[in-house]
């Protein structure tokens, strides 16, 4: 909790007042025994109502006094909690962001979730409950035995033993309760990892009659949570009997000693009545102590789990660095040397030795067998990870050396899975370009194949998108980042299997628009298709993490097994009819085919080549 109380700050008079004014109320408190006390004495022994009558409003205006110190406290610490956990939420929402891919990774979606939202209201319950009670339940706790000294010693020495004894079990739960609260919340996160998990996969769920196995798979985690929770409740529960056994057996001795004062003459009635009074009022103090020791054991759970995420560095730092490109007449846009790079989950590399070069202006197919590493190749591009050894130069530069906002503003990349947000279409592609007109819009989706789509929408660009898009189709959703990625005119673009969803003929569309774009942007492609890649001017063949083949379509056909049996799997008819040196031949001959001629190729693909894969 130390490593977040600086959130506070803003906030000091608020949590300094808060507590004053509960201690004031408390005062309040501890005064309206010895006015029942006179009352008793002096009014009702002597029959004396008009003294009666004078301390009943006393009690009255105590009263008053009391309730307007805690609707004041409770304001104070209201607005100090909550302006507490708004800038710890700002700020840790501000430190995720900025955490790298691989930060990502190891912390996990489903507990940044849980930490951002339950274990910080977690947090902020406590604050709450501690500028309102933590100080205030030990002062009537102490006052209680200060004033009762102030009556008689002999008596008030019950409160002395009493009070270290309730203290060292309210102790003893915090310290064994604390750790088990913390196991509880990580739980929850197994909880909520199924939940979204089962939410977002509800379709492939339902389409395998998985349903048993995912309620039962869900049951087994809920229960765990379930158990966690029951077994730190039962001890937490011990707090209220423990403490009532200790102050009841405290309350008579208090009693039987008080009895024995009065006897003597020593003590009077009220007296007795008056210390009776205190003792009900440690009971009840102790009372809302066992539940603010709860609250403020979870606050503490969930503070030391926000606090762990802190503790996660973003996992890269970018350089405020002047360092000049040397880009070889500035014609060279991306160049890995001997690039390898391994996920933290696992020691095994993912890629391994990936050297190329790409001059600008070139369009790049990369294809491979799935987890070939295809996709890890393009996301070291952008620096979404750091290499585990090598280097990745981007238009001469080491993407090390390269502020942040600097490097990726050179990139449109459009990921495997297709992202859009809620809101308008407009607000969408506008996160490619913030100041993008409409004609600028409209230009990107003429170019994507996304005209129809919009179109076809009555409202248009301000056709509103659901979240994560579930109101399109995923082929339109496809096409509607790549308009987003092509509106920030990028110098460097990044297909990742983004055409995965869309028929051939659009996709052939698609790659001779973008081939008409600026002739200086430098396209790569990810596929597993073939036709989208076999016109690209280099195409990088991935196999285990290697580049095992590189060059045009007709060279990898001829000196590349792995691309020429990735290219007959999709295209079995040309070796059936052909054979190799036949189909070779004729591939050859396809690619001296004007535009027009290819994208009647992809269209026959699509009547003639029923075994055509999409994977």
């Known amino acids: 909790m130390k490593r977040l109380m600086r959130y506070i700050k803003g906030y000091e008079v608020q949590s300094i007042l808060a507590p004053l004014f509960k201690l004031f109320e408390a005062l309040m408190d501890l005064l309206v025994p010895i006015v029942v006390a006179r009352i008793i004495d002096n009014g009702i022994a002597m029959g004396n109502s008009a003294y009666v009558w004078k301390y009943f409003w006393l009690l009255i205006l105590l009263a008053a006094l009391g309730l307007a110190f805690s ?14 956990a708004t800038a710890l939420r700002k700020d840790l929402f501000s430190h995720i962001q900025s955490f790298s891919y691989s930060a ?31 100080l205030r339940s030990p002062f009537i706790v102490v006052g209680a035995m200060i004033m009762s000294f102030t009556i008689d010693a002999k008596c008030a020495l019950v409160f002395a033993v009493a009070i270290p004894l309730l203290s060292l079990v309210v102790a003893g739960i915090m310290y064994v309760t604390i750790p088990l609260f913390k196991k509880a919340q990580a739980a929850l996160d197994n909880v909520l990892g199924i939940t979204r998990e089962n939410l977002t996969g509800v379709r492939v769920i339902r389409a395998f009659c998985k349903e048993d196995d995912e309620i039962a798979e869900f049951d087994e985690r809920n229960q765990e949570l379930t158990r966690l929770n029951e077994f730190v409740g039962r001890i937490s529960a011990l707090m209220n009997p423990m403490t009532f056994l200790m102050v009841n057996v405290a309350t008579i001795f208090l009693i039987k000693q008080g009895a024995i004062q009065v006897d003597l003459g020593i003590l009077k009635q009220g007296d007795v009545v008056a210390m009776y009074n205190y003792m009900a009022q440690m009971i009840v103090e102790l009372i809302k102590f066992a539940s603010l020791v709860v609250t403020i054991n979870k606050g503490l759970a969930g503070a030391n789990r926000v606090a762990d995420v802190f503790e996660i560095k973003p996992g890269m730092e970018f350089a405020g660095s002047n360092i000049s490109s040397e880009n070889d007449n500035n014609l060279t846009a991306v160049k890995f040397n001997n690039v390898s790079f391994a996920y933290n989950s696992s020691g095994e590399e993912a890629v391994s030795e990936l050297d190329f070069n790409v001059k600008r202006g070139q369009t790049i197919g990369i294809i491979g067998a799935t987890g070939s590493g295809k996709s890890t190749l393009v996301n070291l591009i952008p620096r979404f990870y750091d290499v585990t050894s090598g280097e990745v130069i981007v238009e001469g530069k080491n993407v090390k050396d390269y502020e942040k906002d600097e490097l990726l503003s050179k990139f449109g990349i459009v990921p495997q899975k297709a992202v859009l947000f809620a809101g308008t279409i407009r607000d969408n592609l506008r996160w490619g370009n913030e100041t993008a007109t409409d004609k600028e819009i409209w230009k990107a989706l003429d170019t994507a194949q996304a005209t129809e789509v919009v179109k076809g929408k009555k409202e248009g660009l301000d056709y509103y998108i659901e979240q994560n898009g579930r109101n399109l189709s995923g082929g339109q ?13 990028p110098s460097v673009l990044i297909l990742d299997d983004s055409a995965s969803a869309l028929d051939f003929a659009t996709d052939a569309k698609l790659r001779s628009a973008i081939g008409k774009l600026d002739k200086d942007m430098t396209v790569f492609i990810v596929s597993q298709r073939t036709s989208s890649i076999r016109h690209a001017d280099n195409i990088l063949v991935m196999d285990d ?19 020429q049996e990735i290219y007959y799997s999709q295209f079995p008819e040309e070796k059936a009819s052909n054979g190799n040196d036949n189909s070779n031949s004729k591939i050859g001959k396809n690619n001296d085919m004007s535009e027009e001629d290819d994208k009647s190729i992809d269209i026959r693909n699509v009547t003639t080549s029923g075994k055509e894969v999409l994977a």
């Open 104 to 134: 990502l990774d190891k912390a996990g979606t489903d507990t940044l979730i849980t930490r951002m939202t339950s274990d910080v209201n977690l947090v902020q319950s406590g604050v709450n409950m501690a500028l309102r009670l933590l």
């Open 545 to 563: 993490g290697r580049i095992v083949g590189q060059g045009t379509h007709d060279e990898l056909m001829n000196s590349c097994g792995v691309y």
């Open 477 to 489: 959703k496809q096409r509607l980042t790549i308009a987003r990625a092509l509106i920030k005119n």
């Open 71 to 84: 609707i004041t406290a409770q304001w104070f610490a209201a607005n100090a909690s909550v302006g507490f």
